[in-house]
T-cell receptor
Framework: NAGVTQTPKFQVLKTGQSMTLQCAQD?????MSWYRQDPGMGLRLIHY???????DQGEVPNGYNVSRSTTEDFPLRLLSAAPSQTSVYFC???????????FGQGTRLTVV | KNEVEQSPQNLTAQEGEFITINCSYS?????LHWLQQHPGGGIVSLFM???GKKKHGRLIATINIQEKHSSLHITASHPRDSAVYIC????????????FGGGTRVLVKP
């Protein structure tokens, strides 16, 4: 099993560009989440999903879009990148709300 | 005030020393997670606790539900234990989403 796979690992964008951060898991997990990690702020929830076709907003959803068409994939879209979106992004999955969470290796995004 | 508070924020130890990291939370929880993040690296789950104590190798995690407090202990610390350790809780009041502490940066010197 590969676990949780995030791509790309690094990305530089210009202000206004759009892009999609990919997240895939092969553990048949229902719960998937996207977080951003900023210095001094800890991890903050952007969007999450409790199953295919179901998504909801987290703490900091503005500027991001998600969809969950399959159990395996949970892409995060940046609609129009801004320097404030410079961060490290982590995808996580778990079988349920009551089981261990597995994290991807992270995507370091810089918006210039 | 953050719902999940960790202490200390930073900790330096000599190799072989016993290390304790504390996590206090203010809400009723269904589970508490301890995570490890090496510099520039991904996040790895160490423990998930809802009561009592768990041990894995040199790592021990305990939780006191009544006092809303958990500790992560590292016995016989080693330089490879140098990492950021993050406490996170799930609470039904927050829709079972994870709420994270700010992390404890641990440096173990040889």
């Amino acid at each position: 099993n590969a676990g949780v796979t995030q791509t790309p690992k690094f990305q530089v964008l210009k202000t206004g560009q759009s892009m999609t951060l990919q997240c895939a898991q092969d553990m048949n997990h229902e719960y998937m989440s996207w977080y951003r990690q900023d210095p001094g702020m800890g991890l903050r929830l952007i969007h999450y999903s409790v199953g295919a076709g179901i998504t909801d907003q987290g703490e900091v959803p503005n500027g991001y879009n998600v969809s969950r068409s399959t159990t395996e994939d949970f892409p995060l879209r940046l609609l129009s990148a801004a320097p404030s979106q410079t961060s490290v992004y982590f995808c996580a999955s778990s079988y349920s709300a009551y089981t261990e969470a597995f994290f991807g290796q992270g995507t370091r995004l810089t918006v210039v | 005030k953050n719902e999940v508070e960790q202490s200390p924020q930073n900790l330096t130890a000599q190799e072989g020393e016993f290390i304790t990291i504390n996590c206090s939370y203010s809400v009723g929880i269904s589970a508490l997670h301890w995570l490890q993040q090496h510099p520039g690296g991904g996040i790895v789950s160490l423990f998930m606790l809802s009561s009592g104590k768990k041990k894995h190798g040199r790592l021990i995690a305990t939780i006191n539900i009544q006092e809303k407090h958990s500790s992560l202990h590292i016995t016989a610390s080693h330089p490879r234990d140098s990492a950021v350790y993050i406490c996170a809780v799930r609470s039904r009041a927050a829709g079972n989403k994870l709420t994270f502490g700010g992390g404890t940066r641990v440096l173990v010197k040889p």
